[in-house]
């Protein structure tokens, strides 16, 4: 009888998002994630670019199904927070902090705590580190060297647009693409697949993956 060997499942690629969550109106007391318009537009950037990089997995081998998880970043209740907090940064594999206070000149506190203990975990070495701020915001002394992505928000709501939105999904989607590499989650390539090795081939391949008048199957060679 042959025994039937079973592969272990990679861990999947962990995304945890920290910003200063929209305050509730007053007769309001919790504002849930779904109304909450700022981590709606975070979410959609953010999930639109891991969608980007699975449609390209699939392109270099069916059998390859990507597992990319997006969360806000908050404790769990019945523990201590710090606690929890630690462990799920520990884990992240990238890590978006939007330092922005509630006004231009203030940064969040809670949000630096996490994005130091980020830092002291050494996710910026690995390029797991994303910060964003507000066009005109405050930005720390402390972390000059590091890049930000500014954004701008809009006047009737909290929902953001970045100032390069190009080249913050461009970075993010190398990031993961990385990631997914060194766990071996790409698979080998297909006969029929550009090797992504560069960011122009990566841009041309997302954008056949992505256009419906392009799905059509490619001839191997």
């Known amino acids: 009888m042959i025994e039937a060997k079973t592969m272990s499942k990679p861990f999947p690629i962990q995304v945890f ?5 929209t305050k509730p109106e007053k007769d309001e007391k919790h504002l849930l994630p779904n109304s909450d318009p700022k981590w709606q537009s975070l979410r959609k950037i953010l999930e639109d670019v891991a969608n980007e990089v699975k449609e390209l997995a699939k392109r270099r081998s069916n059998s390859v199904q990507l597992d990319i998880r997006v969360n806000r970043l908050r404790g769990r209740h019945g523990s201590l927070l710090i606690h929890t907090l630690r462990e799920r940064i520990q884990r992240a594999d990238i890590f978006v902090a939007d330092i922005a206070g509630s006004t231009l000149d203030t940064c969040n506190s809670n949000v630096m705590i996490e994005l130091g203990m980020t830092l002291a975990y050494g996710k910026l070495e ?6 964003l701020s507000p066009v005109n915001g405050k930005k720390p002394s402390d972390l000059n060297g590091i890049l930000y992505t500014e954004y ?3 006047k009737d709501n909290d929902s953001m647009k970045l100032v390069d939105n190009n080249g913050f999904r461009a970075a993010l989607r190398t990031s ?4 997914a590499r060194d766990r071996g989650m790409f698979g080998p390539p297909n006969e029929a697949t550009v090797e992504l090795d560069d960011e122009e081939n990566a841009n041309k391949e997302i954008a056949k993956a992505t256009s419906p008048r392009q799905r059509t199957p490619t001839k191997s060679i």
């Open 17 to 21: 998002v920290s910003y200063e969550w």
């Open 126 to 131: 690995s390029n797991g580190i994303y910060v």
């Open 152 to 154: 701008d928000l809009a």
């Open 176 to 179: 993961i693409i990385d990631i």
